[in-house]
């Protein structure tokens, strides 16, 4: 029977496929911890459901930050929680494949694994997110054709061109979904004088958000809390108001995958200019992004079937073949538990 697990540890989602079950977990990358004691309360979907609400002593945490750990603690509790859930208990402790940002540092790797380790992991196996990524969009990743990953997260978006079993060249920048979210809550707040929180700003992106013009802009209506006054009011939003609030993050987003494109051998980028650049992850999703990219970096642009789970089923495919893949493919085999 499966009990090996393949997790996918994002700012935004947690993801994890059990082997021989497919994907079992996917939850929210929060903790509510008890201001007082500092005791974790609840995670996923239950923390999540704190976030903007009257929680008194109990606050919500995201332990992850641009897809690094920034809260260790926090982060060995949640995956103790997210191990012990997506683990089958009668069997032995599992061995663990974890997805990093390609540009992680040794430092990042090994607080990973360790965070992993005492979290119940035996063995933890290191693979980098674009090429997770490029497997789960069923891309000849073993073949020597370059292949153009783009996987925009929550807070991070990693860029790569995949060829031969491994990352050929990248760039991974601190910018997602998060940071668009961001710049709609601080536009609001500068011309309008209105603060509202990360879930409001959330919706806003998901209903009016777009990064290409398109005919017959759409409204949106937001309730936040008066700066000046501290009154509940309401805020009118056109389309055209919001994309330009969000241009900053996602011409950084841009930049950095036609920097990629322009870095790569030439010999690939020639692959690429073919078979284009494969869209992932759950910023993939912000209306008219593919176009934007297809007219930056003059590429054909896909977005991927499943965008939000295209990586943890890559890495859940190297999971069922990790024998395979070891011996053929770049990845780094941490030490098992002691």
Same mark, same amino acid.
């Given at each position: ?54 929680? $008194? ?5 995201? &332990? ?29 402790? +599992? ?34 997110? +674009? ?38 060249? $990248? ?5 997602? $979904? ?34 290409? &013009? ?33 241009? $900053? ?15 790569? &051998? ?73």
């Amino acid at each position: 029977m499966g009990r090996d697990l393949a997790i996918d540890l994002g700012t935004a989602t947690i993801l994890v496929y059990r082997q021989g079950d497919g994907v079992v977990f996917e939850e929210p990358s929060v903790v509510a911890v008890h201001a007082g004691t500092g005791r974790v309360e609840a995670m996923g979907e239950a923390a999540w459901a704190r976030i903007g609400g009257d929680s $008194g002593n109990v606050l919500a945490i995201r &332990p992850l930050r641009h897809g690094t750990m920034t809260e260790f603690d926090m982060t060995q509790a949640m995956l103790e929680v997210v191990v012990r859930r997506a683990s089958l208990g009668r069997f032995p402790k +599992p061995r663990v494949l974890v997805c990093v940002p390609s540009m992680a540092s040794e430092v990042e790797k090994r607080a990973i694994e360790e965070a992993v380790r005492f979290a119940g992991g035996k063995g933890v196996t290191l693979v980098e997110e +674009p090429l997770a990524a490029a497997i789960g969009a069923g891309l000849p990743v073993h073949e020597p054709i370059g292949n153009l990953v783009v996987d925009i997260g929550g807070g991070r978006s990693e860029m790569a061109v995949v060829s031969m079993g491994g990352v050929v060249s $990248g760039n991974s920048v601190a910018l997602g $979904g998060f940071d668009i979210d961001a710049a709609i809550a601080e536009h609001i707040r500068t011309e309008y004088g209105v603060a509202i929180g990360e879930k409001a700003a959330e919706e806003l992106k998901i209903a009016i958000g777009s990064a290409f &013009p398109a005919p017959g802009g759409k409204a949106a209506i937001v309730i936040g809390r008066e700066l000046a006054t501290g009154n509940t009011v309401e805020v009118k939003l056109t389309e055209a108001e919001i994309r330009q609030a969000m241009s $900053g993050p996602v011409k950084g987003i841009v930049d950095a995958a036609r920097r990629t494109l322009a870095e790569a &051998p030439p010999e690939l980028t020639h692959d690429v200019l073919e078979t284009g650049m494969f869209l992932t992850g759950g910023g993939s999703l912000l209306r008219g992004l593919d176009m934007l990219l297809a007219q930056e970096c003059e590429v054909p642009v896909h977005l991927v079937e499943d965008p939000t789970r295209t990586v943890v089923m890559g890495a859940g495919h190297m999971l069922e073949h990790l024998s395979d893949y070891e011996s053929a493919f770049q990845l780094v085999r941490r030490r098992q538990q002691r």
